[in-house]
């Protein structure tokens, strides 16, 4: 069964940092984009952050540019997410997506919240 797996979340206080990372299983994870997404409270689900299947491009929501590089690494199939400078606004929980032209997986999410 295909898997996508985050981890990593937790409570940290604003200004700290925190990684969250996914892993996908039973599929061709190397051959996917793969999209951070996040959903605060009472919010719609927004795209953080992704990176192509070989990771040559990234992109970046305005508001995580400069604090949250994305990277991967296709030999252990892990995306990961570096959040730093982090402030309340990026409570959220995080989701993990993967994609191809025709497919798409989910994550169940983990959660970040920032708070003194």
């Known amino acids: 069964q295909v898997q996508l797996m985050e981890s990593g979340g937790g409570l940290v206080q604003p200004g700290g940092s925190l990684r969250v990372s996914c892993v996908g299983s039973?599929?061709?994870?190397?051959?996917?984009?793969v999209n951070w997404y996040r959903q605060a409270p009472g919010k719609e689900r927004e795209l953080v952050a992704s990176i192509t299947p070989t990771g040559d491009v990234t992109n970046y929501t305005d508001s995580v540019k400069g604090r949250f590089p994305i990277s991967r690494d296709n030999a252990k199939n892990t995306v990961d997410l570096q959040m730093s400078s982090l402030t309340p606004e990026d409570t959220a929980v995080y989701f993990c997506?993967?994609?191809?032209?025709?497919?798409?997986?989910w994550g169940r999410g983990t959660q970040v919240a920032v708070s003194s």
């Open positions: 039973r599929f061709f994870f190397s051959r996917y984009t």
């Open positions: 997506h993967a994609r191809n032209s025709s497919v798409t997986y």
